[in-house]
């Protein structure tokens, strides 16, 4: 279980997340959306500790990952707007290196069936600076599947994925979730969302607010 | 770095049109000048790899102590150095008619001592200015103050090698060197991990 405890974070004195509260059980998956400029990239990276926070914590099966060490962060995997990997690897060295860091070792043919199953195996041999963004995206999923992760952090998966490539992330989803697995997934489009979600979040001028799902009297997709 | 290195000591030889007993005076200085160069070199590439595509973020994010990032970086940076003054210091003494010193294993010695030094603070400096907004104009001016009193300290160390002081003369300036190396290594093991964070 992730636990999101009042977390507070401010960019030059302007406050960004006000004591920002929430849960997500095992096998849960919370839907994040809300306006452009709403917190939303800053949230997922203050829970993967790749900013600092002014205040709060955030817990891991109670243990806290803003104030323990490195290996509470051990169940969590965050995939961001950026593709997070070295350009002048392959994208199989990079899967290899990503897995080391998070202490397994990826075997040659877990690899390849990853690499399969999001449609770059031809491809794995050369260096990502020349992949397209759908491509980027595609690896990042191949990093979810090559990596051991208790809960994943994605930040607006969609985007820059072709049709099919939506289809694979939604198949992963429900897999993942069949596996018991939690999920935080952030997107501008409420609507997509609500189709996989156990529950939704709307990040609104540093708060986050529990939306009922379907709620006609929420707020809607965000432009 | 090792190709700037020469190219300066080659601009050396053409330069100075001194007597070998007479360019020995400031030899010293002129050489640390040139390492001091090949390390900003250095350094700038030090976090270059990572601001691409957000790399690091991948070593951020997963459950490794950012301390070993520091360590990395500080030690890789160390033997790209050294190995830089392996090719340049030769060529130094060949063009500027100096003569090979009898003790050289002091020689390596003070190298690797004031490199452990010059990188373990660079490599500092580098992780605070690896996300900032004109990191590569503000990386040599927070750099140059801290290493100044590190870089006085081996030049009056290769003077005293070059003219074959006792140890005790110059002690000091090696205390010196030893003192920043520990000062900035453990610094930039503890507080890495606050710096490396947006």
């Known amino acids: 279980m992730l636990s999101v405890e009042y977390l507070r974070k401010s960019y030059h004195l302007r406050p960004v997340l006000k004591d920002v509260t929430f849960t997500v059980d095992d096998g849960g998956t919370a839907g994040i959306f809300g306006v452009n400029g709403a917190g939303k990239t800053t949230l997922l990276r203050v829970i993967a500790k790749m900013s600092s926070c002014d205040g709060g914590d955030v817990k891991l099966n109670g243990n806290s990952i803003m104030k323990g060490p490195a290996a509470h962060r051990a169940g969590l995997l965050y995939l961001g707007h950026q593709p997070n990997l070295y350009p002048i690897l392959t994208a199989e060295e990079n899967l290899r290196f990503a897995s080391r860091l998070y202490g397994y070792s990826v075997t040659e043919k877990h690899l390849l069936d990853a690499l399969e199953k999001v449609g770059l195996i031809h491809q794995r041999w050369d260096p990502i600076r020349y992949y397209s963004r759908g491509m980027l995206q595609r690896l990042g999923l191949a990093k979810a599947l090559v990596i051991p992760w208790q809960i994943l952090l994605m930040d607006e998966p969609v985007t820059g994925l072709d049709e099919k490539g939506v289809e694979l992330l939604e198949t992963l989803i429900r897999r993942w979730q069949k596996k018991q697995k939690s999920l935080i997934v952030v997107s501008h489009q409420r609507s997509w969302l609500e189709e996989f979600s156990s529950h939704i979040l709307y990040l609104d001028n540093g708060f986050i607010t529990k939306i009922p799902p379907h709620s006609d009297d929420s707020p809607s997709d965000s432009k | ?198």
Do not use: C
Request: negative net charge; aromatic residues 16%; hydrophobic residues 60%.
């Open chain 2, 1 to 198: 770095m090792i190709a700037f290195g020469v190219s300066v000591i080659l601009l050396y030889s053409f330069s100075f049109n001194q007597s070998p007993d007479t360019f020995s005076i400031f030899s010293s200085g002129l050489l640390w000048m040139v390492f001091l160069f090949i390390s900003v070199l250095g350094l700038h590439r030090a976090f270059a790899l990572e601001r691409e595509f957000d790399a690091i973020g991948l070593v951020l994010s997963a459950p490794v102590d950012r301390s070993y990032i520091f360590l990395s970086k500080w030690l890789s940076g160390t033997i790209f150095l050294l190995v830089s003054q392996l090719v340049i210091v030769p060529l130094f003494w060949l063009f500027l008619h100096l003569s090979i010193p009898e003790n050289l294993g002091g020689w390596i010695f003070l190298f690797l001592i004031t490199d452990l030094g010059i990188l373990a603070i660079g490599s500092l400096v580098s992780g605070i200015t690896m996300r900032a907004r004109m990191g590569e104009i503000l990386l040599p001016i927070l750099l140059f103050p801290l290493v100044s009193p590190l870089l006085i300290a081996a030049v009056k160390s290769t003077d005293a090698l070059m003219n074959n002081l006792e140890f005790n003369e110059w002690k000091i300036w090696m205390q010196l060197i030893v003192t920043f190396v520990v000062v900035f290594a453990v610094t930039g093991y503890v507080i890495f991990d606050y710096v490396s964070e947006q």
